[in-house]
């Protein structure tokens, strides 16, 4: 059967006088043999289609508030497949610890096998979007085709429309290229072939093919699809690309603005600092970072939109978001239990009001339900989520689309540790500052699979993206920070210091003054404590910001002490951990090496003159 594709869409193809969009469309209806296609440009009429097409084939449906809608994903495709998520290498080419290879041959030919026919009967959707701002030397175009317009529609929300700027390409042949499938959709419109879920990143050829899923860290290949691929471009020229967010902090005289990025595993605190009260937002998950003019580090969202995780958002832990998610606006809602219209997820802060049955990601759903494995069916998945776009959101940052970016002057590096690090500390150095990069662990929580308690290693918190060996990563990092004339401060956080008998030493929003003091030293504001570490802050200076940022907290000398004592055998034991784990990396760069050995010999020598293992600031 012939595939049907319009006159005007057509047009709309060869308008890009683009011959490699026009192979890449031509091989993708080849293989995946869809029944028409449609292409789609930047005019509204077309966004507004795409969105219409979405509830009209039954991937959204309509919610009781303007704009809003719900999109199921299967019942097991609600989170990122890392088993099935691999980067395609010639053979014998490797990666760091934990990552996927396949060799590219066979994994081109294993794949290709799935998306045969794949689209038979269905519409491909053809898409240009631009990661980063568009016009911007940041800029990196993306040719996406799909058969779900849920994904065109999320994308549409989440990244800037693309279409003119693939007209004005220099380098025609310079974009990333994404196919994506859904598979066959069983009687709720959600991936039925799960067992043949497979994502493949090609970076020799700047694409990724995905296929048989659609939850979005598996389908929208702009997000961490894309990531990948702009990695390993970053890392063979002269920049960065980061799992981090941007916001902007301010003093509490307001008088300046301060634009910090930072890095967090999942569920450290990374939006909940993104978002403080008081900050405006440039982004929440994904940065490029390169030098500006003037030596500095500038960097820019590659989106425009946040996919958030909707558990726990309630009016007085998130405030903002809360109020967006009521808002009458373009929000799509995914994996949340519906009844009446009204959409309900775990930790909303109503519970009584949540009904007892409804529709949810397991279908039709009743409190009490289990699955297949006989497991109780939560309400709503934990990972549900909301799509949305920052310039509706109150505290959209100004500058979130400046083609220049923003000017980073300060980097956050957050992990979850419930014995070791200060709650903030800042780098010595720039190298110390990858160092600390490098060594973020997170505890898992009960959120996760697997057993509590247990420390991982997320190098940058991009262990999962990085498809270029790590030490190159490093090496990267460290050669870039040289490079720049102004150098961003690094600060490592950790939320969740607990003490002996378990309970934590700090309050939720606490993270506030530390954000505030470290945006403070950026500026020279703040005298502090030199140690081995990094630089603590001094009591006085965190009194007066807790007072500054809270009504009534007293911030009282004992729990400084406690929270920023030195416990010196629990960081030697953390950099046993790491020197084990970093010995397997090939030609891992010597300044991983001697910091490790300035920092392990600084605090013996502590340990020695003081004659005890944990040390109070106040000693020092
Ligand atoms: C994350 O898990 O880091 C996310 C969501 O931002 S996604 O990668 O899309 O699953
Ligand atoms: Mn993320």
Known sequence: MKTRISKPDQSKLE???????????????????????????????????????????????????EGHTVHYDSYHDQARDKGHTATLLPAGETLSRGLNVVERESGLEEIFEFMDGVMRGKTMVVRFFCLGPTDSRFSISALQITDSFYVAHSE???????????????????????????????????????????????????????????YAGNSLACKKLALRLAIYRANHQDWLTEHMFISAFYPPDQSRKTYFAGAYPSACGKTSTAMLPGATIVG???????????????????????????????????????????????????????????PYWLGMGDEGEVPDSGH??????????????????????????????????????ENLNNPDGVPISGIFYGGRDSDTNVPMAESLSWEHGVFMGATIESETTSATLGATGQRKSSPMANM??????????????????????KTPRVFATNYFLKNQAGKYLNEIMDKKAWVLW?????????????????????????????????ENRDYTQEEYVEQFSLRIGKYLEKFQRM??????????????????????????????????????PVEL
């Open 15 to 65: 308008a890009l006088n683009n011959p490699k969009v026009m192979h890449v469309v031509k091989q993708a209806i080849e293989l995946m043999k869809p029944n028409e296609v449609m292409v789609f440009d930047d005019s509204p009429a077309d966004i507004a289609r795409v969105r219409q097409l979405a509830i009209e084939r039954g991937e959204e449906k309509k919610l009781a508030l």
């Open 156 to 214: 549409d929300m989440l990244y800037r429309q693309g279409y003119e700027q693939f007209k004005r390409l220099e380098d025609k042949d310079d974009f990333f290229y994404f196919w994506h499938s859904a598979g066959e959709l069983d009687e709720n419109n959600t991936t039925k072939n799960i067992a043949q879920r497979r994502i493949y990143v090609d970076p020799l050829e700047n694409r990724v093919l995905s296929v048989n899923n659609q």
């Open 284 to 342: 929440d998950d994904i940065a490029y970072l390169r030098a500006g003019e003037g030596g500095e580090m500038r960097g820019v969202n590659i989106e425009r939109g946040v996919f958030g995780i909707i558990r726990d958002v309630n009016p007085d832990d998130d405030p903002m978001i809360f109020q967006a998610l009521h808002t009458p606006q373009e929000l799509i809602f995914s994996n949340v239990l519906v009844n009446g219209g009204k």
């Open 360 to 397: 949810n990601h397991a279908g039709a759903w009743e409190r009490g339900d289990l699955d297949g494995a006989g497991k109780e069916i939560p309400l709503a998945h934990p990972n549900a989520r909301y799509t949305l776009r920052i310039r509706d959101l109150e505290n959209a940052d």
């Open 464 to 485: 999962d993206f990085v498809i270029v060996p790590l030490a190159r990563y490093l090496r990267n990092h460290l050669k870039f920070g040289r490079r720049l004339k």
């Open 518 to 550: 470290a945006e403070g030293r950026v500026h020279g504001d703040f005298e502090a404590i030199a140690t081995p570490i990094g630089y603590l802050p001094l009591y006085e200076d965190l009194k007066s910001l807790f007072d500054h940022a809270f």
């Open 579 to 616: 020197e084990t784990l970093y010995k397997q990396e090939p030609d891992m760069p010597e300044e991983f090496w001697s910091e490790l050995k300035r920092q392990r010999e600084g605090l013996e020598k502590l340990r020695e003159k003081f004659g005890k293992d944990v040390i109070s």
